[in-house]
């Protein structure tokens, strides 16, 4: 059994009424579907994170050393990097995970701001989300690389979420995700939502780079999501991390599943903590 927890994809619901802020509206009963098609046994547990207060001792209580709160920068959600950064600073639970889309800012712009979000704010990652652009484009797209290479340089993860809630699944292409990796063997490239329904796409993606990393956070609980174990309990050992996908599922609940997996032993720390220490370069 895992010792320690590092959540790869936290979100508070006050933080935007997409994450289900508001009662009442279309947003928050969409975040209650999706907790009940995921497998939440309590698919309203989100209200509890009113406030920072609220949601990191949510964090603590269900045994998470920390939680990765990632920014997004869409046409439709943006918290801007300085949001981010207010919201983690001082809670040594929270990580911040900036964003930026090259869309909106223009590349020499987008550029700037992830070398802003690192060095300034202390971001452990840049998210993309290109598939949720625009236009939309998939994540090899010649746009995005000047913020790949600038990851890369910097020494940080670059994220691109991607998953069936994407406007086209044309644009959840995990072979995009190999150009990527190949073209930049350096940069560590975390694949959140495990780009399902594309499974065993992306996992032969991962096993031909290991710079590839996945985290299925909350697609690990749905039809086809065993692959995702048995790649790590195969030869993908480092390449598969824990996320929550919090507030679309509860945090204890989600470590207490991902337990009852069937992660071999000496796959379980890695997953559940070790993976994500060492692509975010966190101090023990």
Known sequence: MAKQVIDMRSRPAFLHDFYGKTPGTKEYEVVKWLN???GSKEPEHFTRSKDIASFV???KAS????????GRDTPSIKHSNDEINTLVKGHAELVGMGSVDPHRLGIKAAVQEVERAVKKLGMKGINVEPGFGSPPRNCDDPMLFPIYEACEGLGVPVSIMSGPTAPSLEMVNPAA???????FPNLSIICYHGFYPYVNEIIGVALRYENVVIVPDMYIFVPGGSLYVEAANGCMKNQILFGSSYP?????????????????????D????GNAERVLKLAA
């Open 36 to 38: 009940g098609r995921v």
């Open 63 to 70: 045994g998470i050393s920390a939680s990765v709160v990632v």
């Open 57 to 59: 001792q949510e964090i």
């Open 177 to 183: 995700v190999g150009h990527v990796a190949r073209a």
């Open 248 to 268: 679309f599922r509860p945090m204890k609940q989600s470590i207490d599943d991902y337990r009852a997996l069937g992660f071999k032993d000496d796959v379980i």
């Open 270 to 273: 890695s997953v559940m903590f």
